[in-house]
């Protein structure tokens, strides 16, 4: 057995954190992801502007310069709007932008790009006739989503969406960075004071590599069951 | 020409952030990035070729341990890999005695260590992926002329996959520009760490940060003309033809 010099209990709640802030991160950019598909597919020449704008900076800049941009800067600029809510509005509210949020919202912000263009193209890859035939039946807009294009796209976004989350997962390992204590800090932390990087890191990287063997299984059975009625060759 | 210079130092003269001295600390910062990411991606990308030539190999004790060192670099975190060797480095026995030592008492060198084997594993699958998907029929031209495996590899196969490679590339160029600001947790200076240090010194991370944000973003876009241009350029007989 491993001698953890009893940093075990701490390495196992950094990894619930790292799955925490992976998974709540993940939850934010789908969401982010689809409007922005939903704003690049408009034809409203502005909101296709701004998906654009959106989808080139932040995949222009990397994630550790966002974190801390967000993380030291969030806090400042929070400030100044509650600041002047409470001048002209006598209303008194306090944003506290921590470790855990700056992270989630920097890793979501990011991968809500990545997203982004992962759904349009599933979205384009469902055939317009489909569409057609359910507003036919006179479905409106929303029931046509839910019920037509939301799951014949999933088919087509679903392995963009795996590789989106592996990388994803990987990148949770920056909230260490700016101090939040998810399993990679705890574990350096650990090799410092015990002087056995190679435990501890071997151990994490071990993790890492479990949650995505986990996570590809869970994605196979995703896409056997977004693809019923396709046949097994997709 | 008068008029922009005034202009300029007025802009500069308004804040106390952006003097010459801090320009200087993102220069060198810029050095020290460039210099990193060039460096690990000539490196990996040496390593790679040979890599990816045992990875698509018939041979079972060639292909697995390099397919186990790619699943390993591409399913962990590079900051992990990072610290690995940062930190572990020291625990090579009687290294310190050594004249390594020189080199890896510095952060430069595990950093580059780390980015090396972790551009070379990626850049491995990218090759593999483009060797695998040479058209068979350019392979049974290339035997029906009577080429050895090794002529093979070098005349045919290896030029066209590196051509089928290139946009997978280039995405792994940007990749590893933005994973370079890691560097900046092991204390080296680059652009992310002066970055911080002028957040430390001024206290405005919206113009410390902001502004490095910039020159990364610059820095992605030159590299993503270079290859476009170099995709226009190598893959011009790939285009569809004009109607």
Same mark, same amino acid.
């Given at each position: 057995?491993?001698?953890?010099?009893?940093?075990?209990?701490?390495?196992? =709640?950094?990894?619930?954190?790292?799955? =925490?802030?992976?998974?709540?991160?993940?939850?934010?950019?789908?969401?982010?992801?689809?409007?922005?598909?939903?704003?690049?597919?408009?034809?409203?020449?502005?909101?296709?502007?701004?998906?654009?704008?959106?989808?080139?900076?932040?995949?222009?800049?990397?994630?550790?310069?966002?974190?801390?941009?967000?993380?030291?800067?969030?806090?400042?600029?929070?400030?100044?709007?509650?600041?002047?809510?409470?001048?002209?509005?006598?209303?008194?509210?306090?944003?506290?932008?921590?470790?855990?949020?700056?992270?989630?919202?920097?890793?979501?912000?990011?991968?809500?790009?990545?997203?982004?263009?992962?759904?349009?193209?599933?979205?384009?890859?469902? =055939?317009?006739?489909?569409?057609?035939?359910?507003?036919?039946?006179?479905?409106?807009?929303?029931?046509?989503?839910?019920? &037509?294009?939301?799951?014949?796209?999933?088919?087509?976004?679903?392995?963009?969406?795996?590789?989106?989350?592996? &990388?994803?997962?990987?990148?949770?390992?920056?909230?260490?960075?700016?101090?939040?204590?998810?399993?990679?800090?705890?574990?350096? =932390?650990?090799?410092?004071?015990?002087?056995?990087?190679?435990?501890?890191?071997?151990?994490?990287?071990?993790?890492?590599?479990?949650?995505?063997?986990?996570?590809?299984?869970?994605?196979?059975?995703?896409?056997?069951?977004?693809?019923?009625?396709?046949?097994?060759?997709? | 020409?008068?008029?922009?210079?005034?202009?300029?130092?007025?802009?500069?003269?308004?804040?106390? $952030?952006?003097?010459?001295?801090?320009?200087? @600390? @993102?220069? /060198?910062?810029?050095?020290?990035?460039?210099?990193?990411?060039?460096?690990?991606?000539?490196?990996?990308?040496?390593?790679?070729?040979?890599?990816?030539?045992?990875?698509?190999?018939?041979?079972?004790?060639?292909?697995?341990?390099?397919?186990?060192?790619?699943?390993?670099?591409?399913?962990?975190?590079?900051?992990?890999?990072?610290?690995? $060797?940062?930190?572990?480095?020291?625990?090579?026995?009687? $290294?310190?005695?050594?004249?390594?030592?020189?080199?890896?008492?510095?952060?430069?060198?595990?950093?580059?260590?780390?980015?090396?084997?972790?551009?070379?594993?990626?850049?491995?699958?990218? *090759?593999?992926?483009?060797?695998?998907?040479?058209?068979?029929?350019?392979?049974?031209?290339?035997?029906?002329?009577?080429? /050895?495996?090794?002529?093979?590899?070098?005349?045919?196969?290896?030029?066209?996959?590196?051509?089928?490679?290139?946009?997978?590339?280039?995405?792994?160029?940007?990749?590893?520009?933005?994973? /370079?600001?890691?560097?900046?947790?092991?204390?080296?200076?680059?652009?992310?760490?002066?970055?911080?240090?002028?957040?430390?010194?001024?206290?405005?991370? *919206?113009?410390?940060?902001?502004?490095?944000?910039?020159?990364?973003?610059?820095?992605?876009?030159?590299?993503?003309?270079?290859?476009?241009?170099?995709?226009?350029?190598?893959?011009?007989?790939?285009?569809?033809?004009?109607?």
């Amino acid at each position: 057995m491993i001698d953890l010099h009893g940093y075990g209990p701490r390495l196992a =709640e950094g990894a619930l954190v790292t799955v =925490e802030v992976a998974v709540l991160s993940l939850v934010l950019s789908v969401i982010l992801g689809l409007l922005t598909a939903s704003a690049k597919m408009s034809r409203s020449w502005f909101l296709h502007r701004l998906g654009t704008l959106y989808t080139t900076v932040i995949r222009g800049i990397p994630d550790l310069v966002l974190m801390l941009l967000l993380f030291f800067g969030g806090q400042m600029g929070v400030n100044v709007i509650t600041d002047w809510l409470y001048y002209q509005f006598d209303i008194d509210i306090f944003i506290n932008i921590n470790e855990f949020v700056a992270g989630v919202l920097t890793i979501g912000l990011i991968f809500g790009a990545y997203m982004g263009e992962t759904f349009r193209g599933a979205f384009l890859a469902v =055939e317009y006739g489909q569409i057609e035939a359910a507003r036919a039946y006179g479905m409106n807009h929303w029931l046509v989503f839910k019920r &037509v294009r939301f799951p014949q796209m999933m088919r087509h976004a679903l392995p963009g969406l795996s590789n989106n989350w592996m &990388v994803l997962l990987k990148t949770t390992a920056l909230v260490s960075v700016i101090g939040l204590s998810d399993m990679v800090r705890i574990a350096s =932390e650990a090799s410092k004071s015990t002087r056995e990087p190679f435990t501890f890191m071997l151990l994490v990287g071990a993790v890492y590599l479990a949650i995505a063997s986990v996570s590809e299984w869970g994605f196979a059975r995703l896409q056997k069951r977004y693809s019923v009625g396709f046949g097994e060759a997709d | 020409m008068q008029a922009l210079s005034e202009w300029f130092t007025e802009l500069l003269a308004d804040n106390t $952030i952006f003097t010459a001295q801090t320009l200087g @600390y @993102y220069g /060198s910062g810029l050095v020290t990035t460039v210099q990193l990411v060039f460096l690990s991606l000539i490196i990996g990308l040496v390593l790679a070729v040979p890599l990816a030539i045992g990875r698509s190999s018939q041979r079972r004790w060639i292909r697995t341990p390099i397919f186990l060192y790619t699943y390993v670099f591409r399913g962990t975190p590079l900051l992990i890999q990072l610290y690995l $060797i940062y930190y572990g480095v020291v625990f090579f026995d009687g $290294i310190q005695e050594t004249w390594l030592w020189v080199l890896l008492e510095e952060p430069f060198v595990p950093a580059l260590i780390a980015f090396t084997l972790n551009t070379a594993a990626y850049t491995t699958e990218i *090759f593999r992926g483009a060797i695998k998907a040479t058209p068979r029929g350019e392979i049974e031209a290339a035997r029906a002329y009577g080429m /050895s495996r090794r002529l093979m590899m070098r005349r045919i196969i290896l030029p066209s996959a590196f051509r089928r490679a290139l946009p997978a590339y280039g995405n792994e160029v940007i990749f590893m520009l933005h994973a /370079s600001a890691i560097a900046s947790v092991v204390t080296i200076m680059d652009l992310t760490g002066a970055a911080r240090f002028i957040y430390a010194r001024y206290y405005a991370p *919206f113009d410390a940060f902001l502004f490095v944000a910039a020159i990364y973003l610059c820095l992605t876009f030159a590299i993503l003309y270079l290859f476009r241009y170099l995709e226009k350029r190598l893959l011009a007989h790939l285009k569809p033809l004009e109607q």
